[in-house]
């Protein structure tokens, strides 16, 4: 069974600082990959990142950046210097079979 | 080109209607995806279609029918929907490469109310 769980509920920050949302993912596969997707309150789902399990780099895209971690099945993502445009809900998920199972989700509020 | 394009953006439909929900995409992706989220939920797979054939069906009621007409289009056939339907549907799409999963590109949603 897969199962990805996002433990943080809402995360309230002032522009600025920095925000780190984990993740900690459950699978029996030994090959799997890993996705971040944020979704702003219009509801698109954006893709943000897709990580392969035999790669464990880890990756800066700008303010944004990402560390996985097999021994502790994690794959936590960290904005820097937050900006209100940053406000959205953030989704890890994990493919098996073209299933992307997703965790709950973290809401992230960056106020002015 | 790197969009999926959902129309129509809301729908308010009664419990008698048929209604239909259309999803394109011009990337060349062969696997298309219809996901259902309900308020503060993550989405929830429904339906893949891989080269145009159902691939994937989740259990979905037989209200819900989708059809893939050609490698670009994919449709949601709505019929004697019930309220607690209403949610907003999402349509995603991704390459097929072997053994790899790639990444799925969404749309932006149908926002579906049912009275």
């Known amino acids: 069974a897969q199962k990805v769980t996002q433990a943080q509920t809402e995360i309230s920050v002032v522009e600025k600082e920095d925000v780190t949302l984990d993740c900690v993912y459950e699978?029996?596969?030994?090959?799997?990959?890993l996705f971040w997707y944020k979704q702003p309150p219009s509801g698109e789902l954006v893709f943000l990142i897709r990580?392969?399990?035999?790669?464990?780099q880890n990756e800066i895209s700008g303010r944004y950046s990402w560390n996985f971690q097999k021994s502790t099945s994690s794959f936590n993502f960290t904005i820097t210097a937050s900006q209100v445009v940053d406000s959205a809900v953030y989704f890890c998920?994990?493919?098996?079979?073209?299933?992307?199972?997703f965790g709950a989700g973290t809401t992230v509020t960056v106020r002015a | 080109d790197t969009e999926v394009t959902q129309t129509p953006k809301h729908l308010v439909m009664g419990m008698t209607n048929k209604k239909s929900l259309k999803c394109e995409q011009h990337m060349g992706h062969r696997a298309m995806y219809w996901y259902k989220q309900k308020a503060k939920k993550p989405p929830e797979l429904m339906f893949v279609y891989s080269y145009e054939k159902l691939s994937i069906n989740e259990s979905v009621p037989s209200r819900f029918s989708p059809e893939c007409p050609n490698s670009s289009l994919l449709n949601l056939h709505l019929h004697a929907l019930q309220p607690e339907d209403s949610a907003l549907y999402l349509c995603?799409?991704?390459?097929?490469?072997?053994?790899?999963?790639?990444?799925?590109?969404f749309g932006p949603g149908t926002r579906l109310t049912v009275l």
């Open positions: 995603a799409s991704s390459r097929t490469s072997g053994n790899t999963y790639n990444e799925q590109f």
């Open positions: 699978t029996r596969d030994t090959t799997y990959y």
């Open positions: 998920a994990l493919v098996n079979d073209y299933k992307l199972s």
């Open positions: 990580r392969n399990s035999f790669d464990e």
